[in-house]
């Protein structure tokens, strides 16, 4: 599907799975000791700078590249955004398909993965804006991979592929199942999480399905996170059946925590402290390697956008059209304004200001009151 509709039929869908999903098991009763909360500083308001309407159908996360917003949306186009005091679209471009996955933006181009079925990956030059080629690589609702060497790409029903970077197909796998997340590259293998639950590490250099096991932890539609340790890396899942887990490369559950809450977004990490947004609008802080709470604010709304973290503060918004803004230290809400539609990506922060984008297709800009557009 890659219409405009699609991410209010996935709304419907995340709400029929919460019902059935089992409640979580060990809701972090031992962690309740563990909750500290500090006092915030003085609310700080916000205010709307600008507002620009652009595309309908925005679910694909706002990209930050050469001074400008890159907004890619269902309805086939792809729009440019200089974010000045009169913003404006320097450069705009209708595609073959839609765009749910966020633009992966390289050294010298921007990888776009298109939504529909024969769905391509579009290189498109950085400066010229020109498109360098195309691939065939499916129905995309996940983003890309870009390492130096390679372009992985996953399909909504889980056809695997690898291009090099004059978009020429290197291998193709099929899992056969379906597949919203972006693979995560661990060493030599990409690890993908299948909407089910199902881990699977696949082989980044031929396409080989090396190891596939079930997490046993609930679906997985929300994107994945990489923690680094020196050397040592592994990815965090949120699911629906409200854990987090962290995986190896082998594909070994490492470390699993449960919450009272449902996971539809993946975590946003702030060195080692996780936020997670519940479906039903709690707003976690959690610190993960002493397994302990920062902090927890129930919000109003339903919520399938991950938060996003800025400097002291940690953004998110649902979608009865309300964005909040949270001091990231305490859990102190600072913020709150409605928007023009339900919020489906991600805000963006960047220097002093705050974007977000409607799903009926508008960017919004904030900042602090008393500064400078």
Do not use: C
Request: charged share 20%; net charge negative.
């Amino acid at each position: 599907m890659s219409t405009t509709y699609e991410p209010a039929v996935k709304m419907v869908l995340s709400f029929a799975v919460a019902w059935l999903v089992a409640s979580p098991a060990n809701p972090l009763e031992a962690q309740e000791p563990n909750l500290r909360i500090v006092m915030s500083p003085a609310t700080q308001e916000w205010r709307e700078v600008w507002r620009l309407d652009v595309s309908r159908g925005a679910s694909a996360e706002l990209v930050w590249a050469d001074s400008t917003l890159i907004v890619a949306s269902l309805d086939r186009n792809v729009h440019i955004v200089a974010p000045r005091s009169e913003p404006a679209i320097v450069w705009k471009k209708n595609f073959k398909g839609g765009f749910e996955a966020k633009p992966i933006v390289d050294e010298d181009r921007i990888y776009l993965a298109e939504t529909l079925k024969g769905g391509r990956l579009v290189a498109v030059d950085r400066r010229t804006k020109m498109i360098l080629w195309t691939a065939d690589a499916g129905d995309m609702v996940a983003a890309p991979v870009v390492t130096a060497e390679r372009i992985y790409t996953v399909s909504s029903i889980g056809v695997v592929k690898a291009f090099n970077h004059s978009g020429l197909e290197m291998w193709s796998t099929e899992l056969e199942t379906r597949v919203v997340t972006t693979p995560v590259l661990l060493t030599d293998r990409l690890v993908i999480a299948a909407s089910d639950g199902t881990l699977y590490s696949v082989d980044s250099t031929g396409g080989e399905v090396a190891e596939s096991v079930d997490a046993e932890a609930g679906l997985i539609w929300g994107q994945p996170v990489v923690r680094s340790q020196g050397a040592d890396e592994t990815v965090l899942y949120a699911t629906l059946g409200g854990q987090v887990i962290e995986v190896s490369a082998d594909l070994t559950v490492v470390q699993r925590r449960s919450f009272p809450s449902r996971f539809y977004t993946g975590p946003e990490v702030a060195g080692d402290r996780l936020f997670l947004i519940g479906h039903e609008g709690t707003l976690w802080a959690y610190d993960w390697s002493t397994a302990e709470i920062a902090w927890q604010r129930d919000l109003e709304g339903t919520f399938r956008a991950a938060p996003r973290v800025g400097a002291g503060f940690v953004s998110v918004g649902n979608l009865s059209k309300t964005l909040y803004l949270i001091d990231s230290g305490s859990g102190e809400l600072i913020w709150s304004t409605d928007v023009d539609g339900a919020i489906t990506s991600r805000p963006l922060f960047h220097d002093n200001n705050l974007y977000v984008m409607t799903e009926r297709g508008t960017v919004f800009a904030f900042q602090p009151v008393g500064s400078t557009p």
